[in-house]
C-alpha cells in the first residue's frame, strides 16, 4: 500500500485472530489505484472516520475491517460492465478482493451482518459503482451463536425413513385456482403413486379461495390416509409465508392440521423473520428462493447465490430448494453445484440443509440431476412432470420412482420404459423433441414413433 494513512486497511491474514473475523470474497470495479480504492471499500463498509478529531487514536486495529488480498483482473478498461449512472474520469480496473470483517461490530443477528457486508458502505464506496458479494466464510466461534437447522439432511431422513436415494417432493398443479378439496385429492393420488413429500406452490398463500385452514386440515389427512394405504411416511408440505407477525399463528394452525413440514419464502419474508421462527417450528422448515435473482443474476453485481444458501442454512432451514439444472432456470450448473455444496459442506457446528436443485424437471432428467450432485443427498422437485402427466399424478408420480429404479440398478432409463407405460407415457409427454432419441417398438408403441405431446416440459413451471 503506497498510501501510509490507508495502510491500517490492510492486514496478513495470519497477525489476525481468526474467530474474530468473517471472510468475505467480492469483486469489484473501480477508477483510480485499486489499492486505494480497496482500503475505501474496507473503511465504508467498517469505521469509516477511524478516529476523533484531535485525538491520538485509531480505532481500525479492533473494528477496521481488513483486505486479506487483492488481485487486479483486468486494467485499463475505458468502461464499467454496467451504466453506473456516470461515465468514468479515468481508466477502470476489475478486482477480486478478500476481506476479513471484525463480526464484533455487528453480532450473532443476520439483518445487522447483512447491512454491513452488503449496504451502503459496501454498494456506495467512493468510486466502486460495481460490486459483487461472491462468497462468505463464517469461524466456528461466530457460528456457534446460532442454531441452523433443527432436523437437517439425516433428521428429514429419519421423519420419512428415507436413507438410499433421493427424496421425491410434487409441486401440487395447478398451484393457483383450486379449491381445498380438488387440490387435497391431488396431493394424495401423487401419494399413492410413490411421492415422498407433495407440497403448496411457493405462490399458494392463505387466500379467501384456498385458505390455509381448510386446505391443510384436508392435505392432513390425505397424508395419513395415503401413509396407512402405503405403510410409509409421507410429507405434506404447507405454504406459511406471510407478514412475519402471523408466521407463528400459521405454523401452529397447519401443523394442528396434519402439515408436518412447512414452506417459507426466504427473502421475501427475510431471514430473521426465517430465524424466529425456527425458533418456534418443531417441524421442517423448507426454504424458496423468490426474491433471489434479482440480487444475483448479474455477473458483476449483487450477491452471488451461494451466499444466500449459506444465510438460508444459518438462518434454519432445513431443506433449501433453489434454481436447478438446465437452461430454465438461467443459472449455470456450476453455480447449481455450488449451491448444492454449500448446503452439504461442513459449517462449523450448523447441520447439512437438504438441497432441492428444481425447475421444468420430471422423470427424465432426474439422472441429470443425480450425475450433477454427485450423491443421493438431493431432492427432485417436479410440478407438471407429476401432476402433468398424461395418465394422472399417481401415474407421474410412479414415473418418477421408475426412473430412480433405472437408475440405481445402472439400466438406460428409455430401455426401463420400455417395460413400464408410465414412464414410457412421461418420455412421450415430456421430452422436448431435440432431446429425443430413436425409440425401439414396444407393447404401447408399435411403431417406435418418437411421440411427442403438447405439454413438453414438466416442473414447477
Known amino acids: 500500500m503506497k498510501n501510509a494513512e490507508w495502510s491500517g486497511f490492510f492486514a496478513d491474514a495470519k497477525t489476525l485472530d481468526p474467530d474474530a473475523y468473517i471472510t468475505l470474497d467480492y469483486s469489484f470495479e473501480c477508477v483510480g489505484a485499486p489499492d486505494l480504492a480497496a482500503a475505501h471499500f474496507c473503511a465504508e463498509q467498517s469505521t469509516a472516520q477511524w478516529r476523533r478529531v484531535g485525538l491520538d487514536e485509531d480505532l481500525r486495529p479492533r473494528f477496521g475491517a481488513r483486505v486479506l488480498d487483492l488481485e487486479v483482473v483486468d486494467s485499463g478498461r475505458t468502461a464499467f460492465s454496467y451504466d453506473a449512472g456516470r461515465r468514468p474520469d479515468g481508466p477502470v480496473s476489475a478486482c477480486r478482493v478478500r476481506v476479513a470483517h471484525p463480526h464484533g461490530n455487528f453480532g450473532p443477528r443476520i439483518p445487522n451482518l447483512l447491512s454491513a457486508v452488503c449496504g451502503e458502505g459496501t454498494f456506495f464506496a467512493p468510486g466502486i459503482p460495481v460490486v459483487k458479494l461472491l462468497d462468505i466464510h463464517f469461524p466456528d466461534a461466530y457460528l456457534a451463536a446460532f442454531e441452523g437447522p433443527r432436523f437437517g439432511v439425516q433428521g428429514f431422513r429419519e421423519l420419512l425413513d428415507i436413507y438410499d436415494r433421493p427424496i ?119 426454504a424458496h428462493f423468490p426474491f433471489i435473482a434479482p440480487f444475483s443474476r448479474l455477473e458483476h453485481f449483487g450477491i452471488h447465490t451461494r451466499v444466500f444458501t449459506k444465510l438460508q442454512r444459518l438462518a434454519g432451514f432445513d431443506v433449501i430448494i433453489m434454481p436447478g439444472f438446465g437452461e430454465r432456470m438461467h443459472t449455470s450448473d456450476d453455480e447449481v453445484r455450488e449451491n448444492v455444496n454449500a448446503c452439504l459442506a461442513p459449517m462449523g457446528p450448523i447441520k447439512p440443509s437438504l438441497p432441492v436443485p428444481g425447475g421444468s424437471d420430471w422423470a427424465g432428467t432426474l439422472k441429470r440431476v443425480y450425475d450433477n450432485v454427485g450423491s443421493t443427498d438431493f431432492g427432485f422437485v417436479p410440478g407438471r412432470g407429476v401432476f402433468g402427466h398424461p395418465m394422472g399424478p399417481r401415474a407421474g408420480a410412479l414415473s418418477i420412482r421408475q426412473a430412480w429404479d433405472a437408475i440405481a440398478a445402472g439400466v438406460d432409463v428409455d430401455a426401463h420404459a420400455q417395460h413400464h407405460a408410465e414412464l414410457s407415457a412421461a418420455i412421450r409427454a415430456f421430452r422436448p423433441p431435440a432431446d429425443a432419441p430413436a425409440v425401439a417398438p414396444s407393447a404401447d408403441n408399435p411403431a417406435g414413433e418418437n411421440r411427442t405431446g403438447e405439454n413438453r416440459t414438466g416442473g414447477e413451471r
Not at 244 to 249: K, N
Not at 257 to 263: D, K, T
Open 168 to 286: 421425491f417432493f410434487g409441486v401440487i398443479k395447478p398451484n393457483i385456482g383450486l379449491p381445498p378439496e380438488a387440490f387435497s385429492d391431488l396431493g394424495l393420488e401423487s401419494w399413492l403413486g410413490g411421492l415422498d413429500v407433495a407440497k403448496d406452490d411457493e405462490m399458494l398463500a392463505d387466500t379467501p379461495w384456498c385458505p390455509l385452514a381448510q386446505r391443510s386440515a384436508l392435505l392432513g389427512a390425505a397424508r395419513q390416509r395415503a401413509e396407512s394405504e402405503t405403510g410409509v411416511p409421507k410429507m405434506y408440505l404447507a405454504n406459511i409465508t406471510d407478514e412475519v407477525d402471523r408466521m407463528v399463528e400459521l405454523h401452529d394452525l397447519a401443523v394442528a392440521n396434519g402439515a408436518n413440514a412447512l414452506l417459507v419464502n426466504a427473502m421475501p419474508v427475510g431471514l430473521s423473520g426465517v430465524r424466529m421462527l425456527r425458533r418456534h417450528a418443531r417441524v421442517p422448515l423448507i
